[in-house]
């Protein structure tokens, strides 16, 4: 989960996206971001895949499964 935090985090802001941008963008609630770069939730296989697809990258990345 902590690669998954430092992904997103890091995918997020190397965009210029704030948290509200990307939950706009993704059609995912502000909430569920901030608990979920809080490590206070684990995103749904659904949001991961919202997820890698906007920021172009495959969900083995995302998940720090893999550096590419």
Do not use: H
């Amino acid at each position: 989960m902590e690669k998954f935090i430092k992904r997103l985090k890091e995918l997020r802001t190397e965009n210029g996206l704030t948290q509200a941008q990307l939950a706009k963008a993704t059609k995912i609630s502000t909430t569920a971001i901030s608990y979920w770069e809080n490590g206070e939730r684990i995103p749904n296989a659904k949001a991961v895949v919202i997820l890698a697809r906007f920021f172009e990258v495959t969900t083995d990345y995302l998940l720090g499964e893999s550096d590419f």
